[in-house]
Each structure stands twice: as C-alpha cells, then as structure tokens.
T-cell receptor, first 110, second 113 residues
Framework: AQRVTQPEKLLSVFKGAPVELKCNYS??????LFWYVQYSRQRLQLLLR??SRESIKGFTADLNKGETSFHLKKPFAQEEDSAMYYC????????????FGRGTSLIVHP | DTGVSQNPRHKITKRGQNVTFRCDPI?????LYWYRQTLGQGPEFLTY????????KSRLLSDRFSAERPKGSFSTLEIQRTEQGDSAMYLC???????????FGPGTRLTVL
C-alpha cells in the first residue's frame, strides 16, 4: 500500500526566507505526486502536480525517485503563502485517487 | 458559484441516528470523490464515482456507509447507526476523468454525540 509522510506538522519562517516543505512517499510502482493547499477559510485545492513541471505561485517541486521525495520549495516566502499544505500520491494507471499526507502548516511571519 | 457544493455544512446527531450528506459537483465533471478528514490528519479516501458507477470503495467504508450518484450528477453519502468515531469532516471533490481532483467542496462537519 502507498504511504505519504510529511514529517513536519508546522513550519514557521519569516517573509523573504526560503521555504522547503518535505514530503516522502512509499510506493513500489511509478506514482504521480501532487501538492494541495488550503488557505485559511478556503477550500482544499490542487496546487501542482509533478508531471506538469511548472511553477505555481513561485512554488516548485521535483520528484526524486531515488530518495522517494517530492519536496515543495519556494525561494522567497510571502505572507500570503501561509496555509496548510498536503502532499498526495496516486498510483500509476490514471485512477487519480490521491492518498494524502497529514499536512504541514506553513506560517510566514512579516 | 460554479464550484463543488455540499449540504449541510454542519450536522450534529445522536449516536445511532442515520445521516445523509449531499454533494453537487462542478457540472461538467464526470468523476466525484468522497473523502473523510479528522483533526490533524489529511483527507482519507472513501469512495469515488465515474458518472453513476461507483468504481472504488475504501476498506474504511464500513457496511454502515453507502454512497449513490443515481443520475451521474449529485451524490449522497449516508451513514447508518452513527458512532462517535464517525465524527469528522466529510469532503467531496470532482474532476474530469483522467485528471486528479482539483477542487474540493467546503465539507460537511459531522458531530456525533
């Protein structure tokens, strides 16, 4: 069975500092990885997916199959980045049923 | 509002009662997902539909849980004989087949007393 681990429940940084939200996964096949975000009083939404290889709101994430990681990074954090971030995995085959980690709360201080 | 909607937003019930939640997906989306989330945890998959067909159910979904999507549009999730352990946020999401769920509804928060 697949598993997603987000080791940090809370990450606190100052505005302008680099951010790295850690995500590790376990799955024997070729997964698809995602990051979801939930801003305060808003709904959970998809932030980015590894196959897109795009930067969203300045965030990027690279799939490292050797280390089974998919860390989310941003070089300069902004206060509006404060939110709950969930890493998720779906198995190969296109079923797209994400298995979520427990989430990391990012707080960006002014 | 063209997003995913869920009703009711909050439900308080006594142990042993039955409850039913409704989800209205984005209109052109043929996939609909149900997830459950408890405090401090990420969403846990319960079940999903493609059109009116229920294609997969989690082992978390006991016999007390049933979901339907009769016309391939809205869906209902019913919990029979509720238990205190059923207290959680129940989330619905929708997508087009072949894409991951991009947007979730606001959730229904269930409290079982």
């Amino acid at each position: 069975a697949q598993r997603v681990t987000q080791p940090e429940k809370l990450l606190s940084v100052f505005k302008g500092a680099p951010v790295e939200l850690k995500c590790n996964y376990s799955y024997s096949g070729s997964p698809e990885l995602f990051w979801y975000v939930q801003y305060s009083r808003q709904r959970l939404q998809l932030l980015l997916r590894h196959i897109s290889r795009e930067s969203i709101k300045g965030f990027t994430a690279d799939l490292n199959k050797g280390e089974t990681s998919f860390h989310l990074k941003k070089p300069f954090a902004q206060e509006e980045d404060s939110a709950m971030y969930y890493c998720a995995l779906s198995v190969s085959g296109g079923s797209y049923i994400p298995t979520f980690g427990r989430g990391t709360s990012l707080i960006v201080h002014p | 509002d063209t997003g995913v909607s869920q009703n009711p937003r909050h439900k308080i019930t006594k142990r042993g009662q039955n409850v039913t939640f409704r989800c209205d997906p984005i209109s052109e989306h043929n996939r609909l997902y149900w997830y459950r989330q408890t405090l401090g945890q990420g969403p846990e998959f319960l079940t999903y539909f493609q059109n009116e067909a229920q294609l997969e159910k989690s082992r978390l979904l006991s016999d007390r849980f049933s979901a339907e999507r009769p016309k391939g549009s809205f869906s209902t999730l019913e919990i029979q004989r509720t238990e205190q352990g059923d207290s959680a946020m129940y989330l619905c999401a929708s997508s087009l087949a072949g894409t991951p769920p991009g947007h979730f509804g606001p959730g229904t928060r269930l409290t079982v007393l």
